[in-house]
């Protein structure tokens, strides 16, 4: 007979692991799903340089302090290793390299299908993140582009564009940060929609959490939200960052009006020769594998929650997709508490059907 679960977790990286973690202390039957063919999940993806920008006590899953790093911030390696011990050391369930193509509901089960297999669960947590869903803006003539286009989830090391005209697109962290290298090797513009923030040097991710949390509970309670805080999408000087900073790399110029064959055109009309664009945009939600259960989405792609519950699809969770489904849901601190409140909502559900 085929097994069927109390709940499969689909993904295998920081926020599936931190339901693992209540899920084990449920004491329920459940496996994680993940594509990828070793713990890690998106960070072994992600550039060779990337560091947290929170030290590893305020960077760490429920139950278990991420290890003190070598360094200021942890690097990715030292994440990757961290989740991997993570896994291993709380036996968290997980089949690897599993692709879920669909999920659907038949016949008061969740029916999970892979090209290799198909399981049976009575609940589901989606926790897929959103790398495998890089954006780049639609920009006119984008095709007509000759150049490299990459997205820095494709990105690894600065070394390919020594020598080369390179722009930087994006005004997050992921941005400054591959600015910050890039620039040593090659001649780079960082281009932003808008100037950035820099944020004081002493302040870094624990200080932007908790006064994201402060604003969070002061929403939540109805009072007046201190406008004039620190905010998440403001730039973290990190070591290389602040050496940017030094070489006087960290100028910005707004967005370029379309492609030609060598290069841009910039908004007073110019053009000129570029090599490569580095795209450091962002990403939409990861949720293909829901299409079968045909949920409503709104503009941004996202289905209806209360919390990280569907309420569209009883039995459905979503996990660590940002604020969306939890406050801070998408970073490694904040993901506990969404995980938390997911399993204790999956225990009541199972008594009740």
């Given at each position: 007979?085929?097994?069927?679960?109390d709940?499969?977790v689909?993904g295998?990286?920081?926020?599936?692991?931190?339901?693992?973690?209540?899920?084990?202390?449920?004491?329920l039957?459940?496996?994680?799903?993940?594509?990828q063919?070793a713990?890690g999940a998106?960070w072994?993806?992600y550039?060779?340089s990337?560091t947290l920008?929170?030290?590893?006590?305020?960077?760490?899953?429920?139950?278990?302090?991420?290890?003190e790093?070598?360094?200021?911030?942890?690097s990715?390696?030292?994440?990757i290793?961290?989740?991997?011990?993570?896994e291993?050391r709380?036996?968290?369930?997980?089949?690897r390299?599993?692709?879920?193509?669909?999920?659907?509901?038949?016949?008061g089960?969740?029916v999970?299908k892979?090209k290799?297999?198909?399981?049976?669960?009575r609940?589901?947590i989606?926790a897929t993140?959103?790398f495998?869903?890089?954006?780049?803006?639609d920009?006119p003539?984008?095709d007509?582009f000759?150049?490299?286009?990459?997205h820095?989830?494709?990105?690894k090391?600065?070394?390919?564009?020594s020598?080369?005209?390179?722009l930087i697109?994006?005004?997050?962290?992921s941005g400054?940060q591959i600015?910050?290298?890039?620039?040593?090797?090659?001649?780079?513009?960082?281009?932003?929609?808008?100037?950035?923030?820099?944020l004081?040097?002493?302040?870094?991710?624990?200080?932007?959490?908790?006064?994201a949390?402060?604003?969070?509970y002061?929403?939540?309670h109805?009072?007046?939200?201190?406008?004039?805080q620190?905010?998440v999408?403001?730039i973290v000087?990190?070591?290389?960052?602040k050496?940017?900073?030094?070489?006087?790399a960290?100028?910005?110029?707004?967005?370029?009006l379309?492609f030609y064959?060598q290069?841009?055109?910039w908004?007073?009309?110019k053009q000129e020769k570029i090599?490569?664009?580095?795209?450091c945009?962002?990403?939409r939600?990861?949720l293909?594998?829901?299409?079968c259960?045909?949920?409503?989405?709104?503009?941004?792609?996202?289905v209806?929650?209360?919390?990280?519950?569907?309420?569209?699809q009883?039995?459905?969770?979503?996990v660590?997709?940002g604020?969306?489904?939890g406050f801070?849901?998408?970073?490694l601190?904040?993901?506990?508490?969404?995980?938390?409140q997911?399993v204790?909502?999956i225990q009541k559900?199972?008594?009740?059907?």
């Open positions: 007979m085929q097994k069927i679960y709940t499969i689909i295998g990286g920081q926020s599936a692991l931190a339901c693992g973690y209540y899920l084990n202390r449920a004491n039957n459940y496996l994680l799903l993940d594509d063919q713990p998106s072994r993806h550039w060779d990337l920008f929170s030290p590893a006590a305020f960077s760490s899953l429920p139950g278990w302090l991420m290890p790093s070598k360094d200021e911030y942890p990715r390696d030292e994440v290793d961290y989740l991997t011990q993570y291993n709380y036996k968290v369930p997980v089949e390299p599993v692709h879920v193509q669909d999920v659907c509901f038949e016949d089960l969740y999970i892979t290799e297999k198909t399981y049976y669960t609940t589901v989606s993140g959103s495998r869903k890089p954006f780049i803006p920009i003539d984008a007509k000759k150049g490299k286009q990459l820095s989830a494709a990105y090391k600065p070394e390919p564009f020598g080369k005209r390179v697109v994006g005004g997050g962290n400054a600015l910050a290298e890039v620039s040593e090797v090659a001649d780079t513009s960082w281009v932003t929609l808008e100037e950035v923030t820099f004081p040097d002493d302040v870094d991710g624990r200080v932007l959490f908790d006064q949390s402060a604003r969070y002061a929403m939540q109805g009072r007046e939200v201190n406008s004039s620190f905010h999408g403001n000087m990190v070591p290389p960052v050496k940017a900073r030094d070489r006087g960290l100028h910005t110029v707004r967005p370029f379309r064959e290069g841009v055109v908004q007073n009309g090599d490569a664009v580095i795209w945009t962002g990403y939600y990861a293909d594998h829901l299409a259960l045909q949920l409503e989405r709104d503009e941004k792609g996202r209806a929650v209360e919390g990280s519950r569907s309420t569209q009883p039995g459905l969770w979503l660590g997709y604020n969306w489904t801070a849901s998408a970073t601190i904040g993901v506990g508490r969404s995980a938390r997911t204790a909502e559900h199972l008594e009740q059907v």
